[in-house]
């Protein structure tokens, strides 16, 4: 975890290294004139409840995010996060500037949230076999915050970028859309994880947007697009699924029935755009994987 420690002033490093248990940390979270939380699976803890973040400590960990440009990250800012080295992803709280309705940016930051970027290979692999018997097939992944909607869409990118020979599953061109640079996690636009040798990224790119650049300059057969909602996110959905473009997206939800409460996920599921649908959960620290398919959906009237 040098890339996260490197963010922080020396004596925070120090604390760090003797307190934290990397293996389960999920995110450290700082706010000025508090002690540094820390949050993992099982646990919130705030470490040395005397040593309370100050002014220049966040200073410092800006100035080590930004690389010493904060211009260079205003893009970024105005979604309020930056995705730093190693894939880590940095959202941040302070006095936002805005314009007719727009955030332009944020200046005076005093909160920041680390989230700490983790791979797990095979998370969806061992699902494959379940899903795409017959072949790639359009699929949709529910799942609430932090139930590894993004790591089952990562390893789904790899699977069909690589191939599965034992499966009958041939090699594929991939296309990830990631607006929040969460599947693969670019930094400088190289990514952080390993999304498969036939694989191509749009990093950072509106979603909508994203998908029909992709269709149209890098003709992806299998195209991964991450939390869609959006009335644009639905037609260019259904623009790539008419142009014979596998689709794998994900969106916030803990069931079908949940989903289906928003307009146009609900128009996307009850047309039977996505052949399957994976709903994730957490429980006890394990990853719970159901899964349904579009005509389990309609018979029994989800």
Not at 31 to 52: C, G
Not at 164 to 177: M, W
Not at 200 to 223: F, N, Q, T, Y
């Amino acid at each position: 975890m040098d890339d996260i420690l490197a963010l922080f002033p020396e004596h925070i490093q120090q604390m760090l290294h003797s307190a934290a248990d990397w293996s389960v940390i999920e995110e450290i979270r700082v706010r000025i004139h508090s002690p540094l939380e820390i949050i993992t699976q099982d646990s919130v803890y705030q470490l040395h409840e005397q040593l309370h973040i100050s002014q220049e400590d966040i200073e410092y960990i800006i100035n080590q995010l930004s690389e010493f440009s904060m211009y260079a990250f205003q893009e970024e800012l105005k979604q309020g996060f930056i995705t730093t080295r190693g894939g880590h992803r940095v959202g941040i709280g302070g006095q936002v500037v805005h314009e007719n309705g727009k955030v332009i940016s944020v200046k005076h930051i005093r909160y920041c949230n680390m989230r700490i970027a983790k791979d797990h290979y095979g998370t969806a692999g061992k699902y494959v076999s379940a899903l795409y018997k017959n072949g790639y097939d359009d699929t949709l992944i529910i799942g609430a915050p932090q139930s590894g909607k993004t790591t089952f869409l990562r390893d789904l990118a790899r699977c069909a970028s690589e191939g599965i020979p034992e499966l009958h599953l041939s090699s594929k061109k991939v296309g990830i859309v990631d607006e929040r640079s969460e599947i693969a996690a670019c930094y400088q636009g190289i990514p952080s994880f390993y999304v498969g040798n036939r694989t191509d990224v749009l990093d950072g790119c509106p979603k909508a947007v994203g998908m029909m650049m992709m269709i149209r300059s890098m003709s992806p057969e299998v195209m991964i697009v991450d939390e869609i909602g959006r009335q644009e996110d639905a037609e260019a959905i259904m623009e790539a699924v008419h142009a014979g473009v596998t689709v794998v997206c994900s969106a916030h939800g803990t069931s079908i029935q949940e989903v289906k409460k928003r307009p146009i996920l609900k128009e996307l599921v009850e047309q039977g755009t996505f052949r399957h649908i994976v709903t994730l959960s957490r429980k006890q620290g394990k990853q719970h994987v159901h899964i349904t398919s579009s005509s389990d959906t309609k018979a029994a009237g989800i």
